[in-house]
């Protein structure tokens, strides 16, 4: 039995996260494959008619020395001996891997104990790409913020592998996506601000997108070319592969956009999938070797800039936190019945943790400030916050979900809690007010998603119609940066509010 799924369910591990991607059996046709033992015999191959006249089987179980001219082997060797840590690939330009002379370019990689040899024939624009490329690089250095390094980003890369459509596409925290700079060749509609959801790009292929950060699909109708061996023995694991056959779901997702080639490029940011420059083209496109090569690196150098734009926009608002944080705790100190003011800790706090509201729980006394729920929900929110770990700063931006209602009176639909004692609990709590907002998804979820008996089902979507969603009961949500400024406050708080309680027991005694 199937039936639709309502369009914000959440939704689990599908039978996409499931497709093992990595050992797809086959290449795509842009060149050959060979899989080397350490012996230097021929263990697997692909595709090798077109490139070098000799059939897949009868090169099984030779040994490279005797296909290949003994210098290009030399080669190899050498390279082979440099490539550093697992996950790396040595690449090679216009080597004259047969006798007659004619020049290849290739990559090397180990994939368990084999060495994955790709070729293809070399179009000697290496020099060409090169300069090209420090061009192109040099203008991505002059944008100062991060949104003309995004729309800079967009517009190099187009310049640098000619494709129809650029997109920098950014992940959210529940990894659905947004295009927010693009750069379009003329008469293509404008992708920007559209959003796709988190199941476009299943789990495995973005762990996979981490380790081996390009990919280029040339045409999403080619054949795939099944890779042969002698015997059985375990799938290769084509993971770092150039070459890597498409999953056949994500080959009719193009195919259903009318994308003939795409080409992604993955965003790293601090470690973490940050998004893709993702780029489509409506015909079939294989830039070459040397231009993918550059895109490759043209990638890494666009992240690098990335991230320290976004690191350095993040330190100056941790400064600018830290000194409002001072602020409070040196006032508090003096006097730390201001504390219990709620209207003074939020003209404060709101400059550090922007917030239209705040609550303060202290020793049985409540004060409030600004947009703030009723006494009656801050206190079901506050024995909710008892039950939680009091070492950690608990927050949402759905405030009514959390309280399980369907939505509170005043308007408040997000919290930030910072623990301030350690028992009984009291609690500095800051409040967001519901920002109503539209999303623009490229084709509607529902349509696409079934839920089966053995879990949901996803099937790529028909439609890219844009569709709006409105949606409510949500605050804007609390970044990173902001929890973690939180974070230090409570530390100091803590301190504070502990000397105010012994000092309190002293007066006592
Ligand atoms: C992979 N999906 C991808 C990739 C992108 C997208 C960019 C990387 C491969 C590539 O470069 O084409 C999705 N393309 C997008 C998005 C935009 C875009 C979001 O241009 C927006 C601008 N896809 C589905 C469903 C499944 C699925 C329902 O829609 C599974 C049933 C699978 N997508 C899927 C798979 C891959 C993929 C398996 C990995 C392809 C591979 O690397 O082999």
């Known amino acids: 039995m199937t039936e639709l799924l309502p369009p914000d369910a959440k939704i689990g591990l599908t039978n996409c996260d499931r ?17 080397l033992s350490a012996d230097w015999l021929v263990q697997r191959a692909a595709n090798t008619v077109d490139f070098i006249g000799i059939e897949p089987e009868e090169l ?13 082997v030399d080669l190899i060797r050498e390279r082979l001996a440099m490539l550093r840590g697992k996950d790396s690939v040595e690449r090679l330009f216009a080597v004259p891997l047969l006798s007659d002379g004619s020049l290849f370019d290739l990559a090397l990689h180990f994939s368990a104990r084999s060495v994955i040899l790709e070729a293809e024939p070399s179009k000697g624009d290496q020099v060409e790409v090169s300069s090209a490329t420090r061009n192109i690089l040099s203008r991505l250095a002059t944008s100062r913020d991060v949104d003309s390094l995004l729309n800079e980003g ?17 992940f959210a925290d529940d990894e659905s996506g947004e295009v927010v700079a693009q ?3 003329r008469g293509f509609d404008s992708f920007l601000g559209l959003n796709f959801p988190a199941t476009d790009i299943p789990q495995q292929a973005r762990k996979l997108y981490v380790r081996n950060t390009f990919r280029i699909i040339g045409d999403a109708t080619a054949e795939q070319v099944p890779i042969m061996q002698r015997g059985d023995g375990e799938p290769l694991d084509l993971s770092l592969s150039l070459y890597r056959a498409v999953s056949p779901i994500h080959l009719e997702y193009l195919r259903n956009m009318g994308v003939a080639a795409s080409l992604s490029i993955s965003i790293i940011v601090n470690g973490r999938l940050w998004g893709l420059i993702a780029c489509h083209h409506y015909e079939p496109r294989m830039p070459s070797f040397a231009q993918r090569s550059a895109a490759e690196l043209f990638g890494q150098i666009f992240s690098l800039q990335l991230e320290s734009r976004l690191n350095a926009d993040t330190s100056d608002y941790e400064a600018k936190a830290r000194d409002v944080g001072n602020r409070v705790m040196s006032t508090a100190a003096q006097d730390p019945q201001k504390l219990l003011d709620a209207e003074w800790l939020w003209q404060m706090m709101n400059d550090a943790i922007e917030c239209d509201g705040l609550m303060v729980h202290m020793e049985g006394e409540i004060s409030s400030a600004g947009l703030h729920p009723d006494e009656a929900a801050f206190k079901k929110l506050v024995e909710r916050l008892n039950t939680e770990d009091a070492q950690v700063i608990h927050h949402s931006h759905e405030l009514p979900r959390y309280l399980g209602v369907d939505s509170l009176d005043s308007g408040a639909a997000g919290f930030l809690a910072i623990p301030i004692s350690r028992r009984p609990r009291d609690y500095m709590v800051l ?3 519901e920002h ?3 999303v623009r998804w490229a084709g509607e979820q ?3 998603t079934r839920q089966t008996d053995d879990g949901v089902e996803l099937s790529p979507r028909k439609s890219f119609e844009a569709w709006k969603q409105t949606i409510s009961g949500q605050s804007r949500p609390f970044t990173p940066a902001e929890i973690g400024v939180a974070r230090s406050l409570r530390t100091s708080l803590l301190e504070i509010v502990l000397r105010l ?3 309190a027991s002293e007066e006592r005694k």
């Open 60 to 72: 099984l179980g030779k040994s490279l020395p005797d296909v290949f001219a003994k210098s290009a």
């Open 431 to 433: 409040f967001r007010e």
């Open 19 to 35: 497709e093992p991607i990595h050992i797809p059996g086959g290449i795509q046709p842009i060149g050959f494959l060979l899989a």
């Open 446 to 448: 529902a349509k696409h």
């Open 501 to 503: 309680s012994e000092a």
């Open 436 to 438: 109503l907002r539209s």
């Open 154 to 170: 967009a517009r190099q890369a187009r310049a640098l592998l000619g494709f129809d459509r650029v997109m920098i596409y950014r």
């Open 183 to 185: 750069s379009v060749a």
